[in-house]
């Protein structure tokens, strides 16, 4: 089955113009769905990556306060950790980062985050006819942090 036809399973599943993971769950759990085998159905196994991604919420969650340049800003404690391989788990302590090279690539990582996150908001922004007030929105932002970064230098 391709994506498509994925995408057309849950179009059947929108009640109300509206769709659920409850019910995308609830449809998939009989054998004879499409989407039955994209679904971990061992009840030990579905639980134990339940609780992998609780734990991977709680370490994205901690965050700590550092002052740099006699500014507090708040960071997160934990980032993946950038020695690890593509499917490799692990976070490491931002604190613990000290090689410029990793540095340089946990940023970077969070630059292909954030450039994920626009690419989708300047998509919709298409699709909605929106466009102008993304880039409204984009000056803005631009001119608190110009406001922003001026203040500091006075």
Not at 75 to 95: L, T
């Amino acid at each position: 089955m391709k994506l498509n036809d994925y995408a057309a399973v849950l179009r059947e599943l929108e009640t109300s113009g509206e769709l659920t993971p409850e019910g995308v769950v609830e449809h998939a759990r009989s054998e004879d769905s499409p989407i039955h085998h994209l679904f971990e159905w061992d009840d030990d196994r579905a639980a134990h990556q339940y609780r992998i991604e609780q734990a991977r919420e709680l370490i994205r969650s901690v965050r700590v306060t550092v002052t740099v340049n006699e500014r507090p800003i708040t960071v997160p404690n934990y980032v993946r950790d950038p020695s690890k391989a593509g499917g490799e788990q692990g976070y490491k302590a931002v604190s613990t980062i000290s090689d410029d090279d990793q540095k340089r690539d946990t940023l970077m990582a969070e630059f292909r985050r954030a450039a994920s996150a626009l690419d989708r908001a300047r998509n919709l922004a298409t699709y909605f006819d929106l466009t102008a007030e993304l880039d409204d929105a984009q000056r803005s932002i631009a001119l608190i942090m110009e406001t922003h970064d001026d203040r500091r230098t006075q």
